[in-house]
C-alpha cells in the first residue's frame, strides 16, 4: 500500500513534530510514507474568505501531487475536512468533468490520522505510553465536518500510563475558526475563555487535539495566563514510548 503524508502549512510551519509524530506512528505499524514534495496549501483560508475560484489550481495540484496514491494521510482534521467536503463543490465550480472525476476518485483515499488508524488499519492500540494527565478537545472540523467520533479517544484509551479526562463541554467550539478569529476578534476570545476555563476544570497536565490550528489557539491562551497546561497533537501522545522524550507544545497565538 502506497501512503501519501499530507503536511498541511500549520504543521510544516509551526507544529513539524506533528508530522514527524505521524510518520512514527505509522512507520511503528509497518507502514512507510512517501512524502510528495509537489504539495502545497490545500487552501482552505482562501475558501473561508471567499475566494473560492482563486483555489481552483490548488485542487489540481492536490490531484496532481497525490492521485497516485492508495491511501493519503494527514495529521489535520480541518484540512483534510476541507479536502474531502469542500475539493468537489470547488471541481463543480470549475466546470471541468474531468477534474471532478478525478476528486471524486482521490477524496475516499484521504484521511486525518486517527479514523485511518482505527478505520482503515483497523488499529486503536500503537504500543505508545505517554504517563500524564491528559484531556481531549474534539474540534470542529473534526466532529462536525469529518465526523471522526470518537477514533481519537480510542486511541488514546490505549496509551499505556495516561490518564484520560473528559473535558466539560467539549464539542464546543474554542473560537478559532481560520480567519473567524482574525474577524471577530471579541466573539472568538469570548469563546477562547470559555474553553481554557473549562480545560483548567479537569486538572489536566496536557490538552490533544487532532488540529494544530485550535491547538495553536488555545495553547496561546494557556501560555499567557501561565496555568502550566501544554498542548498535545493526538500524533505526539500516540508517537511517545517508554524512554522516550516529550517537552509539550507551548505556542503563543
Known sequence: MRIGLFIPCFVDTLFPHAGMATVRVLERLGHQLDYPEGQTCCGQMHVNSGYQREVVPLVRNFVRTFGSYDQVVAPSASCVGEVREVYPRLARL?????????????????????????????????GAYFPHRVTFHPTCHSQRVLHIGDRPQRLLARVRGIELVPLPDATECCGFGGTFAVKNADTSSAMLASKVARVLQTGAEVLAAAD???????GGALHRQRTGVRTAHVAEILAATEGSSWGGTERAA
Not at 212 to 218: G, K, P, V
Open 94 to 126: 470549475a466546470r471541468d468533468p474531468a477534474l471532478a472525476a478525478d476528486v471524486e476518485a482521490l477524496v475516499p483515499r484521504v484521511h486525518e490520522l486517527t479514523s485511518f488508524l482505527v478505520d482503515t488499519l483497523g488499529v486503536d492500540d500503537v
Open 212 to 218: 494544530n490550528s485550535c491547538l495553536m489557539h488555545i
